[in-house]
């Protein structure tokens, strides 16, 4: 009698072989270019679309840019200088611009400036914009000069009607419109001014807290959860407050709380100050992350970044250990950067959904020339190459998909604009009609 088995074996095949992530460096803008100094003149949303502001090559005046579109002048025409500070979700950009006709507060062609006040040149009227939600709102004010009031503005929607308001800052909005801002306001000539905290066009503090508290630092997440500081003027103790929860009750004494973000999970990042000994502490939740690290050393840490996976970065100095950039537990600055104190510097930009953080750095083993970086990819090197000795560079914004936004100067290229964008790896597949039949003959007697 005879027997034939067919036996498949499938097969796993790569679709490339690949140990790290490739990156793509694109160079939007290059030459005599100026670069804007302000923060806020810089995004890139969650899909990698930047929004930036800079000079034409030899050019004079700023101006607004999505991707390597000049927004100002393609709505508004030559001879406007824009600014853009924010993009949505939709891929819709944000900006403030000015021409000899008016100032603008645009999002892509529609202008909410002429909106509200029509065309003016009124520097009482002159407009910053921060944020635009996916509506196409945009979060922007009208600047305070010569004793002329502040008007903070959803769209055409005024925010600060019925309150005189002398100092203003557009903390937070999500991507549903809801804002979370801090102003010097009062609502009669009587009063004196205080700081609150507003929730869209609702003085959130005094509803909270009930006359005599401020509130500082709110950040708001997709959900409307607010996470935010406050107190007493009589007391002047800060206390960290999750919506109307005060989270901060019954810990030991804290001299002081900022709040740096909240993400769509819930968990939160701030910063505690303690004096006696003085101590910097950097907090996910209610858990103290840094004082696991330091121990009961001195040691000053901050600018925690916090993720929607729940990753955060942060930076500390310490006496002992130096400055140092931290993911989570772990050091990720050192073996690049150095330890000195007085010689290395951060700057971070964020972290992207795969938990990467976003930053740029120097220190004494870059000989003291700015490097930017993914997690511990050095974008600098891989884009210019080993012979970057000497020049600049700096991180402007990050994305969600991890793409990154950055300048550097150098004596071969001269000024150059960079999107670094991840090419994603390649996995392993395993396709149902791919095998291999194996005839395998046995004799049985």
Known sequence: MRTTALILIFTAIPLA????????????????????????????????????????????????????????EAYLGPGTEGFATAINDLGHAAYRARNSASYHVMVEGHDYFTDVFGQSRDPNLDPGVRYVDNNDKPFWSTERQDNYRIRVFHGTD????????????????????????????????????????????????????????????????????????????????????????????GMPKIDGVVPYGINNKGDFVWVGFEHRPYKQKVYKNMTDISTPIFGDEAYNAGDPHLSDN??????????????????????????????????????????????????????????????????????????????????????????????????????????RLYLSTPVPEPGWIVPLGMAIGILIRRRAK
Request: proline fraction near 3%.
């Open 17 to 72: 072989a690949s140990s790290q992530t490739q990156w793509v460096h694109e160079v939007l803008l290059q030459g005599d270019i100026a670069l804007s100094g302000g923060q806020f003149d810089y995004a890139v949303n969650k899909d990698g679309i930047p929004v930036y502001s800079s000079s034409k090559p030899g050019g004079a005046l700023f101006h607004a840019w999505r991707y390597r579109t000049n927004l100002d």
């Open 310 to 415: 729940g990753d955060v970065v942060w930076t500390a100095d310490s006496k002992s250990t130096g400055r140092r950039l931290f993911h989570n537990a772990d050091d990720i600055s050192s073996s690049l950067l150095g330890t000195n104190t007085l010689s290395t510097s951060f700057t971070i930009r964020g972290i992207d959904r795969n938990g990467n953080a976003m930053w740029s750095g120097y220190g004494a083993l870059t000989s003291g020339l700015p490097h930017v970086y993914s997690g511990q990819f050095d974008l600098t090197r891989d884009a210019l190459g080993p012979n970057f000795t000497w020049g600049n560079a700096g991180i402007l914004a990050g994305g969600d998909n991890g793409s990154v936004l950055w300048g550097a100067w150098d004596s071969v290229n001269g000024g």
């Open 158 to 249: 005024e925010l600060s009607a019925g309150y005189e308001v002398v100092d203003f800052s557009p903390d937070d909005m999500n991507r549903n419109g809801d804002s979370v801002w801090v102003a010097n306001v009062r609502t009669n000539p009587n009063d004196s001014f205080s700081y609150d905290l507003f929730r869209n066009n609702v003085d959130y503090s005094k509803q909270i807290l009930g006359s005599g508290s401020y509130g500082y630092s709110p950040r708001i997440n997709d959900n409307g959860d607010v996470i935010w500081s406050g107190g007493y003027n009589a007391i002047g103790d800060d206390d960290l407050y999750l919506n109307g929860q005060n989270l901060t009750t």
